[in-house]
């Protein structure tokens, strides 16, 4: 591992050493860094336990275990465990245009990772949405982790495989303009609200961390993460309930009341706003998905 440096106030550049001959490092991070990140290669992470929320750039993701990530080198990423139940990852940092060197299919075009970001892009996929993804992803660390004859070849052949699904997920490129420095003046912010969602915060907390005034801070983080500072922690709260939800028995008041939220028939009324669906039904849907997927396997 290289030394690490801060990029202003946003977080750290943690580049990887990676070997020229072969330029896959496994395993990475089992416990990412606590300050948001970005390497100079391209990561690929398994999550084998837990729950938690992911933040990739301006977006929010649950995560839960089987779903996978894929993050390039342009998005600052912070992992937030969410406790009791952290979540646990294996990580693979990896260099695929060395990689494939000399051995590349005839579309070259598939190893251009910039579409891998913006807000276009989905890079956390759950097991349930795509099984196919997660069984390369756990093929890919297999070799890696056991190293047996060929398995050099074996990798090279899974990771064309999930550049060329990825590229047909995304449906059109990425937004050039979505980029660390997007977020960097609110990135104080950000930090502040994933450590603190639980209770109420303040619009005046978060311009003076950024240090400016609230109507200047209020326009910034419009720009840069397309939503109001409160649906913004709004949004936050309620994926890291569904979080819970997938991977608890806890009961929804209980989720509801740890999670700021005061009314239970106002916190079920926007949780349905944004997923479609009451909790209840979120619990049970999301199990089902995942023994469907599971089953596929």
Not at 78 to 98: A, C, E, G, M, Y
Not at 116 to 133: I, K, M, T, W
Not at 276 to 291: D, K
């Amino acid at each position: 591992m290289l030394k690490t440096s801060k990029i202003k106030n946003i977080g750290f550049y943690d580049p990887i050493s990676l070997d020229p001959t072969f330029p896959v490092t496994f395993p990475g991070y089992k416990q990412p860094p606590h300050d948001a990140h970005i390497h100079n290669c391209f990561e690929i992470g398994l999550c084998t336990t837990g729950s938690g929320i992911f933040l990739i750039g301006n977006k929010i993701f649950t995560c839960s275990p089987g779903d996978v990530c894929f993050i390039n080198n342009r998005e600052f990423h912070l992992l937030q465990h969410d406790t009791p139940s952290n979540s646990k990852w294996d990580f693979i940092n990896l260099d695929p245009v060395r990689l494939l060197a000399g051995g590349l299919p005839e579309d070259e075009s598939l190893l251009d990772l910039s579409r891998f970001s913006g807000d276009r892009f989905q890079n956390l996929v759950h097991q349930s949405d795509a099984p196919e993804l997660n069984r390369l992803v756990t093929l890919l660390i297999d070799e890696l982790e056991h190293r047996k004859k060929g398995f050099r070849d074996s990798v090279r052949g899974i990771v064309w495989t999930l550049l060329v699904l990825l590229h047909r997920r995304c449906a059109a490129p990425a937004d050039e303009t979505a980029s660390c420095e997007g977020v960097d003046m609110i990135y104080p912010a950000l930090r502040y609200i994933a450590r603190h969602y639980r209770r109420p915060v303040r619009i005046e907390e978060l311009a003076k961390l950024c240090h400016c005034s609230i109507s200047t801070f209020r326009r910034q983080f419009i720009r840069s993460m397309k939503v109001l500072p409160v649906e913004y922690i709004l949004e936050f709260r309620l994926k890291s309930v569904a979080a819970r939800l997938l991977n608890s028995r806890e009961p929804v008041s209980a989720l509801a009341w740890e999670h700021g939220f005061g009314n239970l028939a106002n916190f079920n009324r926007q949780f349905k706003a944004f997923f479609g669906c009451s909790p209840r039904e979120y619990r049970a849907s999301s199990q089902r998905g995942l023994n469907m997927a599971q089953n596929r396997r």
